[in-house]
């Protein structure tokens, strides 16, 4: 059995750089050639490599890399009833992903993401992996709807039917599961959070598991107020990529949640010195804020656009860099 330490745990976001036939087998299953559970099958390979790395590195809470995952939002999308295929959309720079369009009503089908969970688990020698899916806020904002024509329904029925999913996690022994809401910064306003937070109670409550929420990249710092009221456990935020800005918020609204806290800048090949990042633990440590029992060391959001190479040495030092300061504080 591994035992999480008990100040400045390491883990990760979730997604890492697609290794071995990942990228192929996705495109093999889009165009029919494989089934779901041979694709499932085929994919271990590429989990395997993953969570290789992670040992590597040290992680405490690993993930399985999403190396089934085509898209955070389109591959939840395929899986759950009332979607169909979109256009292709551009994101950002270079980057685009087939926008996903609700054309009926929500349900849940079947277990989408609990394979790959389950297979990590079993070739972690002991170490737990986090369950992560897409958190029903940033499905919706994501998605074109066509049928419900009102936000706050669409992700109320995205919640209960993602709630099946998470229920599923927890029965097979999952003890951290996150949901990821990159878009909730994206539209910092408080009525938007308000139906994330309904939402939250739909996904959680009752579960005897970590509940952990995702932000990243964006204006954290007009919602972080609002995002406080959102029954969860901890709240993971990106600090790195926007050079700490958020310290001195988290002070002035008093931040009464276990916190994930971004260490590493994922949009930059820059490897961060072990020194570097213990030098950014120790900028929060100084502001008194929260103990080191309830700050949790991770990058600043998934690792996918990373060469493997540079992924891995900045998980390394991240982790180097924990341990030296579980000695400090």
């Known amino acids: 059995m591994y035992y999480v330490p008990d100040k400045f745990p390491t883990t990760v976001v979730g997604s ?9 087998l996705i495109r093999q299953r889009k165009r ?3 089934g779901e559970d041979e694709f499932h099958v085929l994919v271990q390979e590429s989990i395997q490599e993953v969570i290789n790395d992670y040992l590597w590195a040290g992680v405490d809470i690993l993930s399985d890399g999403e190396q089934s995952r ?6 939840f999308a395929e899986r759950l009833e009332g979607y169909v295929g979109g256009e292709w959309v551009r994101i950002f720079d270079n ?24 297979y990590a688990s079993s070739i972690s020698q002991g170490r737990p992996v986090k369950a992560i899916l897409t958190g029903p806020y940033t499905m919706a904002d994501w998605s074109f709807d066509l049928y419900y024509g009102d936000r706050r329904e669409l992700v109320i029925e995205l919640a209960k039917a993602l709630r099946h999913e998470i229920e599923g996690f927890v029965k097979r022994g ?23 937070k309904e939402a939250a109670k739909i996904l959680f409550h009752g579960l005897d598991v970590k509940s952990i929420m995702h932000v990243c990249f964006g204006r954290i710092e007009r919602i972080l107020e609002y995002l406080l009221e959102i029954p969860v456990d901890q709240l ?14 988290l002070a002035e609204y008093g931040f009464n949640k276990e916190l994930g806290y971004g260490v590493i800048d994922v949009h930059s090949l820059q490897v961060e010195s072990i020194n570097e990042v213990l030098s950014d633990i120790e900028k929060l440590m100084k502001t008194g804020i929260l103990p080191p029992e309830k700050i949790y060391i991770d990058p600043d ?21 924990a341990k030296k300061a579980r000695e400090v504080w």
Do not use: H
């Open 174 to 196: 999952a003890r951290y599961v996150q949901v990821d809401e990159p878009a909730l910064s994206t539209r910092p306003f408080k009525d938007d959070v308000d139906i994330a």
């Open 95 to 118: 980057v685009y992903f087939r926008k996903p369009v609700v054309a009926g009503k929500i349900r849940y089908k079947s277990p989408m993401a609990i394979e790959d969970w389950v």
């Open 32 to 34: 029919g050639e494989l």
């Open 70 to 75: 085509e898209d955070m939002v389109v591959y």
């Open 16 to 24: 890492y750089p697609k290794l071995g036939k990942a990228e192929d």
């Open 301 to 321: 959001c998934g690792l996918k656009r990373l060469p493997r190479e540079i992924a891995r040495q900045k998980l390394r030092n991240m982790v180097e860099a």
């Open 236 to 249: 993971d935020l990106e600090f790195k990529n926007s050079n700490f800005r958020l310290l001195p918020f």
